[in-house]
């Protein structure tokens, strides 16, 4: 697909003189352009799935704020003329646009990765809001708030899984993945991506994201699955890994993900994209053992539980 039109880019956010668009990275909802205005350079994300509600988009700058404010950096949002941070195109995608920063993939093997990632995501958690509720332009199905009250009833249904306490949600990014964490120009890291913001609690957070960086295959990496445990609690963040339902977030995440993918790969226009995906997925779903054998090394660590 060709990047949005310059004409309408240029009536939209003010651009003036040389306009230049280059394809960025593609991620599973959407493409990044580069955009380079004179001296500025914009990273312009352009969104091919259902766009955020404007509640979702006020907690993202809302939170991004915050976690700039405890030492987290994220690319800023930049609003069109009139003020908004989302943009309907002419061709029916949406559009967002960022300050551009100059990113890099991080190296899984650097030795001190793991502290680094338990230290991020402990001072995520500290600056997070309560969320109790989920924000808008998720799902609002005309059933979604007479289901929603019940979570016994759903619990029955899970013999494994379970809804997380409400009283322990918070706003939490959801998707801290590899391609969603990088470095900038002077080796810090930089969180990218808050498409999936939303609620969860710290314990499934923190649990997914163990899997996410250190499960890249078979086995769990458990020596820094530990390391960056530590870190966590080291940096005060208030997540513990105890029972079986703190893996809850991650299967569920695995499996819509894949379930999403399934759906993509009918269209031509996504289906290359979505098969590598597929297989990706499939690579590195986790199995139950994988699950007891991280509680046990966990309980195992000195610190507070």
């Not at 890249?216 to 513990?240: I, Q, T």
Request: glycine content about 8%.
């Amino acid at each position: 697909m060709s990047h949005p039109d310059e004409e309408f880019l240029r009536r939209q956010y003010g651009w003036s003189g040389a306009l230049r668009v280059t394809r960025g990275p593609r991620g599973a909802l959407g493409q990044i352009w580069r955009v380079e205005t004179g001296d500025d350079v914009h990273a312009l994300k352009e969104i091919y799935a259902d766009p955020p509600g404007d509640g979702r988009i006020e907690a993202e700058l809302d939170f991004t704020r915050r976690a700039e404010r405890a030492g987290v950096r994220s690319p800023r949002s930049r609003p069109d003329l009139w003020g908004r941070h989302l943009v309907a195109t002419p061709r029916g995608t949406w559009l967002r646009l960022y300050e551009w920063l100059e990113l890099t993939r991080v190296d899984l093997a650097e030795a001190a990765l793991p502290a680094e990632l338990g230290a991020l995501l402990a001072r995520l958690h500290l600056a997070a809001p309560p969320a109790r509720t989920e924000l808008d332009g998720i799902v609002q199905h005309p059933w979604y708030h007479r289901v929603s009250p019940i979570p016994e009833r759903w619990a029955q249904l899970c013999a494994v899984l379970s809804p997380p306490d409400q009283d322990e949600l918070v706003l939490c990014h959801r998707d801290l993945h590899p391609e969603n964490i990088l470095r900038d120009e002077r080796g810090g890291l930089v969180v990218v991506d808050w498409d999936n913001l939303g609620t969860a609690t710290p314990s499934r957070e923190l649990a997914a994201a163990l899997f996410d960086w250190f499960c890249d295959g078979p086995e769990p990496d458990l020596g820094a699955m530990g390391h960056m445990y530590d870190s966590y609690v080291a940096e005060g963040g208030p997540g513990r890994i105890g029972g079986q339902e703190d893996f809850t977030m991650l299967v569920a995440t695995r499996v819509n993900f894949l379930q999403l993918q399934l759906r993509k790969v009918e269209d031509p226009a996504h289906r290359e994209w979505a098969e590598r995906e597929i297989a990706e997925s499939l690579r590195i779903m986790p199995a139950p053992r994988h699950f007891a054998l991280v509680r046990d090394l966990l309980r195992s660590r000195p610190g507070p539980k």
